[in-house]
């Protein structure tokens, strides 16, 4: 497997390089409601929705403006491989073709976790699929992901959604749900697809009623609602 590589300077040039890149496709970023609240000491697992070629951009968007962890997330072999870049700003691989390969990824997945300095984007539909998708079925590689981790790990539940309104550009949507035990995870997972779905629903609420509720503006054109 391929490990991250964190580097400033790919961290440089990346940050207003993907600034731009979301100023030209999109008018604003919100958050619909407060950031998650973390214990410092634990481990953290952000797992969001995969529904668009944007969605790692958007959680390493957000998440620079509320967390000091570093960012690692996992990608398949074949395209860190094309996309080496990634490596340098803390993506890690996987092959899904290959058993030795998997297990080695789930055991750095679970080194990472394990240092509260850092923290992984896992995505658990495991594929992009339709945003309105339904239902939602989860797979539950996130509980082999949680076994034997001795410090306590967080596991925080995100959603995104593109919505067009009366701009050329659409705006993204955000909300966080949780923190979730990671015991929890591992010992009632149809408790925590229920949390993800459920989060999945309220930004779709939220975002049907933009008039009755007050957003936190992360990015774009528009002033804080």
């Given at each position: 497997?391929?490990?991250?590589?964190?580097?400033?300077?790919?961290?440089?040039?990346?940050i207003p390089?993907?600034?731009?890149?979301?100023?030209k496709?999109?008018?604003?970023?919100?958050?619909?409601?407060?950031?998650?609240?973390?214990p410092?000491n634990n481990?953290?697992?952000?797992?969001?929705n995969?529904?668009?070629?944007?969605?790692?951009?958007?959680?390493?968007?957000v998440?620079?403006?509320?967390?000091?962890?570093?960012l690692?997330?996992?990608?398949?072999?074949?395209?860190?491989?094309?996309?080496?870049?990634?490596?340098?700003?803390?993506?890690?691989?996987?092959?899904?073709n290959?058993?030795?390969?998997?297990?080695?990824?789930?055991?750095?997945?679970r080194e990472?976790?394990?240092?509260?300095?850092?923290?992984?984007?896992?995505?658990?539909?495991g594929?992009?699929?339709?945003?309105?998708?339904?239902?939602?079925?989860?797979?539950?590689?996130?509980?082999r992901?949680?076994?034997?981790?001795?410090r306590?790990?967080s596991?925080?539940?995100?959603?995104?959604?593109?919505?067009?309104?009366?701009?050329?550009?659409?705006?993204?949507?955000?909300r966080?749900?949780?923190?979730?035990?990671?015991?929890?995870?591992?010992?009632?997972?149809?408790?925590?697809?229920?949390?993800?779905?459920?989060?999945?629903?309220?930004?779709?609420r939220?975002a049907?009623?933009?008039?009755?509720?007050?957003?936190?503006?992360?990015?774009?054109d528009?002033?804080?609602?």
């Amino acid at each position: 497997m391929i490990r991250a590589e964190h580097k400033l300077w790919a961290r440089l040039i990346f940050i207003p390089y993907i600034y731009r890149l979301l100023r030209k496709h999109f008018s604003n970023i919100y958050l619909v409601n407060e950031p998650p609240q973390v214990p410092e000491n634990n481990g953290l697992i952000i797992t969001p929705n995969h529904f668009s070629w944007w969605d790692g951009f958007f959680i390493d968007f957000v998440m620079r403006r509320y967390s000091n962890r570093k960012l690692h997330i996992m990608m398949l072999e074949e395209q860190l491989k094309r996309f080496w870049f990634f490596r340098k700003l803390g993506a890690y691989s996987i092959d899904v073709n290959n058993k030795q390969s998997i297990s080695e990824s789930l055991q750095y997945t679970r080194e990472i976790i394990s240092d509260p300095a850092h923290f992984v984007v896992y995505y658990p539909q495991g594929e992009i699929q339709p945003y309105d998708k339904r239902p939602l079925k989860l797979k539950p590689g996130l509980k082999r992901v949680l076994q034997n981790i001795s410090r306590p790990v967080s596991v925080v539940p995100a959603a995104f959604r593109i919505q067009y309104g009366d701009q050329r550009k659409p705006d993204v949507y955000a909300r966080f749900t949780g923190p979730l035990p990671g015991e929890t995870v591992v010992n009632e997972f149809n408790l925590y697809e229920s949390e993800f779905c459920n989060n999945i629903n309220e930004l779709d609420r939220a975002a049907h009623n933009l008039n009755s509720l007050s957003f936190r503006h992360i990015f774009g054109d528009t002033e804080e609602k």
